[in-house]
């Protein structure tokens, strides 16, 4: 008597773009690349739309608009989440506005990422991987407020079995708006996104994994260079929500 795996049919992973047009950026650098896309046998939604937050709600809800129209029926095996580059301004309320960076402000903002993140991992993506706001060294106001905002992103997202990134760059990194990535700084992001999309599909197709409720990212990883140039800071692989089932034969 001998011991038969079922495993699911192996497809094309998809991999969803969440936020703004950092996150756009990225889905384009991901299509740029048809032989990784091949390769890494990845199907790319593009979810993401530039100039949206999680501020000026009262402009465009775009976590409304993602939960409904902005998005397939189909949900994601992976969703690639950067948002927060427009969010560095004041909340506006009934009565007023709330000034950036206050006590109210982070309460207000650390509950709105807490609904994207629920809306994410309750519905729409089986893994999320959230890159935080890079260093933006050629933007002084965007550089004295972006640690605000990655700290209560990073509060809000804690325990959500969701893999949170840091994002190194440099200066030269960025195009000549001094704001958003150059075209080889983001082609090497899209890199890292393919390592770890190709990981996920694997995890989720291995049954050594299953009786874990989390996987170190490090035990799916073959080296720390594939994430180049993102940098772990919270989370890990879940372990898939159904397990494969091992049926014995003769």
Not at 139 to 167: C, E, S, T, W
Request: charge should be neutral; hydrophobic fraction near 40%; aromatic fraction near 8%.
């Amino acid at each position: 008597m001998g011991l038969g795996v079922l495993l699911p049919e192996a497809r094309a992973v998809t991999v969803a773009t969440v936020g703004d047009s950092f996150a756009d950026a990225i889905y384009l650098a991901l299509r740029s690349r048809p032989d990784l896309m091949k390769k890494n046998d990845v199907h790319a939604l593009r979810w993401s739309r530039p100039v949206i937050g999680l501020t000026r709600t009262e402009q465009f809800d775009y976590a409304h608009w993602l939960s409904t129209e902005g998005r397939p029926a189909s949900s994601a095996e992976v969703c690639i989440v950067q948002i927060g580059s427009n969010d560095m301004q004041a909340i506006k309320q009934d009565r007023g506005w709330v000034a950036f960076g206050s006590e109210p402000w982070k309460a207000i903002y650390r509950q709105r990422v807490n609904e994207l993140a629920d809306l994410l991992r309750g519905r729409l993506c089986q893994e999320v991987i959230w890159i935080l706001q890079p260093s933006f060294e050629r933007r002084k106001y965007m550089a004295d407020r972006y640690p605000v905002v990655n700290a209560v992103q990073m509060d809000a997202l804690k325990n959500k079995g969701i893999l949170v990134f840091n994002i190194t760059a440099h200066g030269n990194d960025y195009a000549d708006d001094d704001t958003h990535f150059g075209r080889d700084f983001i082609l090497k992001v899209g890199d890292a996104i393919f390592a770890l999309s190709s990981r996920s599909r694997e995890l989720h197709r291995n049954t050594c994994f299953t009786c874990h409720e989390a996987v170190p990212i490090e035990l799916v990883l073959k080296a720390k260079q594939e994430l180049f140039p993102l940098t772990r800071c919270q989370g890990q692989f879940l372990r898939p929500a159904v397990s494969i089932t091992i049926p014995l034969g003769e």
